[in-house]
């Protein structure tokens, strides 16, 4: 089964001789492949903590990755990134601004992004080596009508939603190919759409917020229709997790509909880490053959969770969806960006332990 009952969300904590390699190439003292060569060490050591922990899901711990999605996004024939930039909010804490992304020519692929990344995690694992890319949706929420060139694309539909998912669709056959058949999307577009501020935005931008999940489920079932045979598609909803802070907060009663009934995945991560996240309800629109992994351990703070508050969570989410139809992991990642969450190493394998152990617990070896 595919996600497995304790799964996680993919990125780690980046060991402090890749950070000072990777400061080293900014500066020009390192080449493109020396660093490389420095990733490759990082990564197997992190295949073999995965190993160890008990995971049976694989990734490169987004170790060559600077951001989550702009590395992979800027790499997409036809889009243009800007770095994000660090904001203060009025308690003195720090956010991190949303990177401008936009549209400025016809989206097509361009090259092989993820292929040989995943070529050399397959190479050091013999469990389920898995992707984690981001979600199509990311290429028109941030910017909306505006981040997309009018010039490439008039109107956006069919086109503009069609060519980003001849992309991806492009992408997920050539990591089909090599092996892959475990890929999630990352997304914090629908999540942030749970959010009374960001659909002011949004709305403010010429979008409806209303309307918007059901657009974007139809954008992701575009890139479903192209998913190879055998592969796992699932998605991962977000609120933010730069540096242990949140960027929106919200239950998924807005989007739960379009993201549960319409569209066509495999699986969901949901955040559930704490009350930003609302209650279980939304998970009532779950149909079958779909399965909900339960993001209730917070990748943000170091302090453990207590298992038994766990299994009542899980009960509790079981009132709403068939048990069967339910895994747990982290809520996201330990380090989205490469600066990391504020949190101790090793607390990443308490926490994954602590996921593993609850999982076999109330699900026995399924």
Same mark, same amino acid.
């Given at each position: 089964?595919?996600?497995? #009952?304790a799964d996680h969300v993919g ?7 890749? &950070?000072?390699? #990777? ?26 903590? $995965? ?12 170790? @060559? ?14 889009? !243009?990134?800007? &770095?994000?930039?660090?904001? !203060? ?12 992304? =936009? ?41 909306? @009508? ?6 490439? /694309?008039?109107? &956006? ?37 749970? *959010? ?52 929106? $907060?919200?239950g998924y009663e807005p989007v ?19 009350? #930003? ?6 998970? #009532? ?21 207590? !298992?038994?508050?766990?299994?009542? @969570?899980?009960?509790?989410?079981? !009132? /709403?969806?068939?048990? *069967? ?25 308490? =926490? ?15």
């Amino acid at each position: 089964m595919l996600p497995s #009952r304790a799964d996680h969300v993919g990125s780690f904590l980046r060991p402090k001789y890749l &950070l000072e390699a #990777r400061d080293r190439k900014a500066k020009g003292e390192m080449s493109a492949a020396d660093l490389r060569k420095v990733e490759d060490r990082a990564i197997a050591e992190i295949v073999k903590f $995965q190993e160890d922990v008990g995971l049976q899901a694989i990734t490169d711990g987004e170790f @060559r990755r600077t951001y989550f999605h702009i590395d992979f996004l800027e790499q997409v024939g036809g889009v !243009k990134t800007d &770095l994000p930039v660090m904001i !203060k909010r009025p308690d003195g804490s720090l956010e991190l601004a949303p990177p401008l992304i =936009k549209v400025i020519d016809k989206v097509r692929h361009a090259k092989d992004i993820q292929l040989a990344d995943f070529q050399y995690l397959k190479s050091r694992t013999t469990r389920t080596p898995k992707v984690t890319i981001p979600s199509p949706t990311m290429l028109h929420f941030r910017g909306g @009508r505006a981040g997309i060139d009018r010039k490439a /694309y008039p109107e &956006l539909e069919p086109d503009f939603y069609e060519d980003v998912a001849q992309a991806y669709g492009k992408e997920l056959a050539s990591l089909s190919k090599a092996g892959c058949n475990y890929v999630q999307m990352d997304d914090t577009n629908l999540a942030y759409l749970c *959010d009374d501020k960001m659909r002011a935005a949004a709305q403010a931008r010429g979008d409806d917020p209303n309307e918007l999940p059901y657009r974007y489920a139809k954008f992701v079932n575009r890139v479903a229709a192209k998913k190879p045979a055998g592969m796992t598609l699932a998605v991962h909803l977000c609120r933010g997790n730069f540096q242990s802070t949140w960027a929106a $907060q919200g239950g998924y009663e807005p989007v739960a509909e379009a993201l549960l009934s319409e569209m066509n995945v495999d699986a969901y991560f949901l955040e559930y880490d704490d009350a #930003r996240s609302g209650d279980f309800k939304p998970l #009532r629109f779950l149909p079958k053959g779909k399965i909900v992994v339960l993001g209730l351990v917070t990748t943000k703070l170091g302090e453990l969770e207590k !298992k038994d508050d766990l299994k009542r @969570r899980i009960d509790e989410a079981a !009132k /709403y969806a068939p048990l *069967d139809q339910l895994a747990i992991s982290p809520q996201c990642g330990f380090s989205s960006t490469v600066h990391g969450n504020k949190i101790a190493v090793e607390a990443q394998r308490a =926490k994954l332990r602590l996921v593993i152990e609850t999982a076999e617990e109330v699900w026995g070896g399924r």
